[in-house]
């Protein structure tokens, strides 16, 4: 019998590992790589074709979320591919696996040959089925589209992971079959599905996790190894606490990961690669041929990003990103108010006839939307169980108009990129659309329109590039080398959003600027704004806004031991360093008056340091210093001359 | 070699010489040296590698900064002038320098046909005099002394960076009088 071949009597795909899988040895083998410490003292185990809540408490295993940058040295000595890391794209409908497997990149299918899985978690009373809770990646069950609308499922993680209660995004969420609470106090949001006619609560993160323990058990099982090591794309747009979410919930399930890719950049690998093959093809050689920009859009059920890319040589040189919460989540709602304007009202008591038929109208409104995508009009017909039938055509015309705000903002978006990389039309040789939005014929005629473009780049899978291009760095990022030289490959990312700090009166004074090529290191001297002040406040923030209330509290630590000195002559550093794993550090401290050295040990911190509640410590730290621990800046011909 | 003549006229081994071409480069030339030494030093790259990551990422950053400079027509003709400081980087400010140049390197080539060698120092004290003329001079508020040389934060700095530095030192010194002039 195959090593690999799970089987119900073992414990977990890491036991087998284990010469002798008897159960106390499989149990401490397996508390190291899968078993996920959850909110009450619960722990989630992932048996090979299923998985338990049980509530026996185990020695809390702390977390070890993201070392990314120190990954290298002691893993070296094992074999390359054990190694190799895997890419994940999941996006908030669907998602995907795929691996480098030694000459090209290989999407894995579960058991129903998807390649494509629907992203959901299905909870059920695990006392009666034993089937608690398990996804659409899972072997075993594939759950109609009808159930997973049921209340008794969670999905659209990828819309509520590292959001608060406050945020709009959250908001429209309360629409979706399952439970989403908000008290708008800035804390997590409450979400619970329908087990047993209870609502039982989760959280996104734990959704996530359950999810990924799918997915890495079953590319464990087709691969016949241990997988450890992950690229997982994200969004553009996902601020820092976003992605610290999102990679806890990788730890939780046993992954690590090695990086985070946006979207579009993970695309713009693939571009690369398929550059460089075909200028190989033509000249035949390694020369690094001429310099191609592309534009890649990338709208899928949840976000839309747009990214500019030049590439020669194998080098994808990201060179302007934009992104934001936009996707066909939002085109189904639109369309949802449109076929229904009493929606919210019909829906608002949840009780199980209402889901239900709540469900049935998504669908019949999602069927129509991809309809839309080849036809001028589209005939709806649903009975939505409760007495109502639906019964109308919807045109293209009129899909259009409803959704004319969505269009805007990606219009918008694009221009934003193009100026960003001080691009004009004329400039890009290709254009690049994927994600599942992107097959929206009005979509695709705004971007081309946009690019002066006839016609869209060739060659690319719209739903699959994304994840091919995850795997390819996945391979580069895990040091396999090819001989044909289909590897040498190199992404240089760029930083989506500025990083910097809050200065007297609450402007927000960015150190490193938005679409920096990481890795980056930059500083920036400040000076104090109090006579004698010995402290000074460095709170961290990330995002566009010109005052600090606009942006993304990341965090905050005390400088001390500043040179007593008259306000304004002090002078503190703070510097900045995203590491190739994009890892954020703060540096920051003062100096001795009137020279270039610390007056006492500087401060390291790694950012993001908060967890909830951002808001309130922004507000708390106000009310509890006011303006006594502020920095401001200095003229900018006092700076350091040479920054890194 | 250009190298070598760049060692020679002390001009520094500057983002030239980080890039390993020549003065009269062109664009595509720039971004083919870029992406070459890019696909060695980025630490993706190099992973497994004796050297650490951070030398890596130190390198590539220096890769990126001189990239950044010499692939942008008007940044590079800053810097070539000596006045390109890395931390002017918002579009306006490069925009006025871009015109400022213009102005000086006229005035350079009217200095040319009168036949006379000027010093550094003198050409300092007339960039001064312009910058007085078209910013509006006021009392620096920083004592003479405070702003002079290139202040910089050291406690990062390696050895690298301060060599790199000291060759820099020139491009900034012109810029320094610039933006004192302009800024109060």
Known sequence: MPLWVPVRSQVAPAACLSPSPEAPRALSLFSSSSVFPLPNSQCLVWRTDLLVISSFRMAEQPYMVASDSETTGDDKSQSAFHDLAIGIEVGTSKCSIAVWNGAQVELLRNTRKQKAMRSYVMFKDDTSTGEV???????????????????????????????????????ASKNLPFVVQTLDIGVKPFIAALVNNVWRSTTPEEVLAIFLVELKTMAEVQLKRPIRNVVLTIPVSFNRFQQIRVERACTMAGLHVLRLMPEPTAVALLYAQQQQQQQQSLH??????????????????????????????????????QGCTLGGEDILKNVLYHLLPNFDSLYSNRDMNKIRSMGLLRIAAQDA????????????????????????????SEFEEVNRNVFEICEKLIKLCLADSKLAAEDINDVILVGGCSRIPKIRSLVLGLCKKEKEYEGMDALEAAVTGAALEGAVASGITDPSGSLDMLTIQATPLS??????????????????????????????????????????????????????????????????APKGTAEISVCMDIDAANTLRVFAGAMMLGTDRANSPFFEVRMPTLDDAHGWCAQALVKTHGSALDL????????????? | MVTQQQ????????????????????????????????????????????????????????????????????????????????????????????????????????????RKQYSLEELQKMLLEMAQDLGSPSQPRWPADAGWCPRTSNWFADDMERESRRKTHLHFTGMELFGRATYH
Not at chain 1, 632 to 644: A, F, N, S
Request: with cysteine; charged share 25%.
């Open chain 1, 133 to 171: 809770p398990s996804g659409g990646a899972s072997n075993k069950t594939a759950y109609e589209e009808k159930e997973i609308l049921s209340g008794s499922a969670i999905f659209n993680m990828k819309r509520l992971i590292g959001r608060a209660d406050t945020d709009p995004i959250v908001h």
């Open chain 1, 632 to 644: 401001t800046t200095i003229p900018k011909e006092l700076q350091p001359q040479k920054v890194q």
């Open chain 1, 284 to 321: 035949g050689s390694m020369g690094s041929g001429c310099e191609k920009v592309a534009l890649i859009f990338n709208m899928g059920a949840g976000y839309c990003d747009v990214a500019t890319t030049a590439t020669a040589g194998g080098v994808s040189q990201i060179k302007a990103m």
């Open chain 1, 499 to 564: 990083l910097g700090i809050r200065v007297h009166g609450g402007g927000f004074v960015p150190i490193i600027q938005r679409n920096t090529a990481i890795p980056a290191r930059k500083s920036m001297i400040f000076t104090t704004t109090q006579d004698g002040q010995t402290e000074a406040l460095i709170v961290v923030y990330e995002g566009e806004g010109k005052m600090v209330e606009e942006n993304h509290l990341m965090g905050y630590f005390k400088v001390t031991a500043i040179p007593l």
């Open chain 1, 369 to 396: 939307i991809h309809r839309l995508s080849t036809q001028s009009s589209v005939q709806i017909n649903v009975d939505l169980g409760d007495g109502t039938k639906m019964q109308r055509v919807l045109h293209q």
């Open chain 2, 7 to 114: 060692q020679h006229d002390g001009q520094s081994a500057s983002y030239y010489a980080v890039l390993g071409i020549g003065r009269g480069a062109s664009l595509a030339e720039v971004r083919s040296a870029y992406r070459k030494l890019a696909m060695k030093w980025h630490p993706d790259r190099r992973r497994g590698q004796p050297w650490g990551a951070e030398e890596a990422n130190r390198r590539f950053q220096q890769i990126q900064e001189a990239y950044q400079v010499l692939s942008d027509v008007k940044r590079r003709k800053l810097y070539d002038a000596g006045f390109y400081n890395p931390l002017q980087e918002d579009e306006e400010e490069v925009e006025g320098f871009d015109d400022f140049v213009k102005e000086m390197v006229s005035l350079m080539a009217s200095v040319r046909k009168e």
